[in-house]
Antibody, heavy 120, light 112 residues
Framework: EVQLVESGGGLVQPGGSLRLSCAAS????????MDWVRQAPGKGLDWVGR??????????EYAASVKGRFTISRDDSKNSLFLQMNSLKTEDTAVYHC???????????WGQGTLVTVSS | DIVMTQTPLSSPVTLGQPASISCRSS???????????LSWLQQRPGQPPRLLIY???NRFSGVPDRFSGSGAGTDFTLKISRVEAEDAGVYYC?????????FGQGTRLEIK
């Protein structure tokens, strides 16, 4: 069974940093592109960014709203995905989901998400 | 960025009746490989999104056949033939042809 389990969320002050993790199981993690998608409370889905697999040189893509502040990385040996968030703003408050990108340009699997609250 | 616009944003539907959600993209979603990367997701309260339909009209594994997708180019529709109580939630269309990946605003389906 495919599982994606996020952790690392919490309350942080504006300007602060936080590192989220996503533990993957039930599939060959290293074979897949992985994304972060967030959802502000009561709002819709907002794509954060992507990291490709080793065969694609682990290249990344980011939404304009987070570029330069957020960094996506992965550790295939530990089946883990990470999101380093710096210079956090109140508008970054959201549930952050990791999601597996699949053939057909679709999100096949999602984690339950971890809540990040940016507030003073 | 490709803007995805859904209508309606809220839809009250009686149990057993059909429901329809429209999605329009600001640019064609036809990829150079010939595929159209438009998908539909369902999000039940307190749950992460779940894939329903991909490439316009392909039902994902385990999705009931009362769900169907149609459309082409920039105009797409999700239909539920007979709404059931478990269909309550928010539905999103999504484009996967260009960065950034973008979603519609979501349509809340309320079961009467």
């Amino acid at each position: 069974e495919v599982q994606l389990v996020e952790s690392g969320g919490g309350l942080v002050q504006p300007g602060g940093s936080l590192r989220l993790s996503c533990a993957a199981s039930g599939f060959t993690f290293s074979d897949h592109f992985m994304d972060w998608v967030r959802q502000a409370p009561g709002k819709g889905l907002d794509w954060v960014g992507r990291i490709r697999k080793k065969a694609n040189s682990y290249t990344t893509e980011y939404a304009a709203s987070v570029k330069g502040r957020f960094t996506i990385s992965r550790d295939d040996s530990k089946n883990s995905l990470f999101l380093q968030m710096n210079s956090l703003k109140t508008e970054d408050t959201a549930v952050y989901h990791c999601a597996r990108w699949g053939d057909g340009n679709i999100y096949l699997y999602w984690g339950q998400g971890t809540l990040v609250t940016v507030s003073s | 960025d490709i803007v995805m616009t859904q209508t309606p944003l809220s839809s009250p539907v009686t149990l057993g009746q059909p429901a329809s959600i429209s999605c329009r993209s600001s640019q064609s979603l036809v990829h150079s490989d010939g595929n159209t990367y438009l998908s539909w997701l369902q999000q039940r309260p307190g749950q992460p999104p779940r894939l329903l339909i991909y490439k316009i009209s392909n039902r994902f594994s385990g999705v009931p056949d009362r769900f169907s997708g149609s459309g082409a180019g920039t105009d797409f529709t999700l239909k539920i033939s007979r709404v059931e109580a478990e269909d309550a939630g928010v539905y999103y269309c999504m484009q996967g042809i260009q960065y950034p990946i973008t979603f519609g605003q979501g349509t809340r389906l309320e079961i009467k």
